[in-house]
Each structure stands twice: as structure tokens, then as C-alpha cells.
């Protein structure tokens, strides 16, 4: 089972990608925030390993995780007492796009400038 202190990690391999990438804030704390949605949505509901790929080209990030769940990511309506099933309207309020295909769920943002990097 992965590790939920993975999630620290990963925001601040993320922070540091989108620094060396060129992104200003607040977009990078935009991008971090989704980040950790998705890595905690994957191991908290995935199956297997969780990768996490970040591509910066051209203006647009997009971020991409997958695991072995082959069940969509899914927008939900959380209640004013439900303590989880938020994660992913933030991400639709944050993201200029985003979808999901079951073991892949991205988004993507799209920034003043950024220098081309994988």
C-alpha cells in the first residue's frame, strides 16, 4: 500500500519542478494543491503504484497520475457535514481542464509562461 506521507513529498518535488519550469505563483500553489488531491485521491481509492508526471511546455502544465483502479475519478457533491468528496470539485475550480479515464486522472493549467520541461 503507498505511503500517505508520499503526498509531502510529492508537493515539494512539484513545487521545485514548477520552479525550475518558470511558473509563478499563485499558479504554483494552484498546481501543488491538485497535486496533492489526485496522489491522495490514488491512494486512498487506487490500486498498485502511483506515478506522478508533470509536463511544463509551451503555457500549459498539465499534471498526471495514475494507479490500477480502473474507475474514474469522479466530481461529487459533497454535503455541508461530509468530512471528504471535495477533492475533486477543487480541482475542476482550479484546472482550466481535466478528465479521467480510470487508471489516468490529469488536468491541466494554463500559465503566462513557462520553459519547456518533463
Do not use: C, K, Q, Y
Given at each position: 500500500m503507498p505511503d500517505p506521507l508520499a503526498v509531502a513529498d510529492m508537493r515539494s518535488s512539484t513545487a521545485a519542478f514548477l520552479g525550475r519550469a518558470g511558473v509563478?505563483?499563485?499558479?504554483?500553489?494552484?498546481?501543488?494543491?491538485?497535486?496533492?488531491?489526485?496522489?491522495?485521491?490514488?491512494?486512498?481509492?487506487?490500486?498498485?503504484?502511483?506515478?506522478?508526471?508533470?509536463?511544463?511546455?509551451g503555457g500549459t502544465v498539465t499534471v498526471s497520475v495514475t494507479d490500477e483502479n480502473p474507475a474514474p475519478a469522479v466530481l461529487q457533491q459533497a454535503g455541508p457535514d461530509d468530512i471528504s468528496g471535495r477533492g475533486m470539485a477543487l480541482v475542476s475550480a482550479l484546472a482550466d481542464r481535466w478528465g479521467s479515464s480510470g487508471e489516468e486522472t490529469w488536468c491541466e493549467f494554463h500559465c503566462d509562461s513557462t520553459r519547456s520541461a518533463a
Open positions: 509563478r505563483e499563485p499558479m504554483v500553489d494552484n498546481v501543488v494543491l491538485v497535486v496533492s488531491e489526485f496522489v491522495t485521491n490514488a491512494i486512498e481509492h487506487g490500486h498498485g503504484v502511483i506515478e506522478l508526471v508533470l509536463r511544463a511546455v
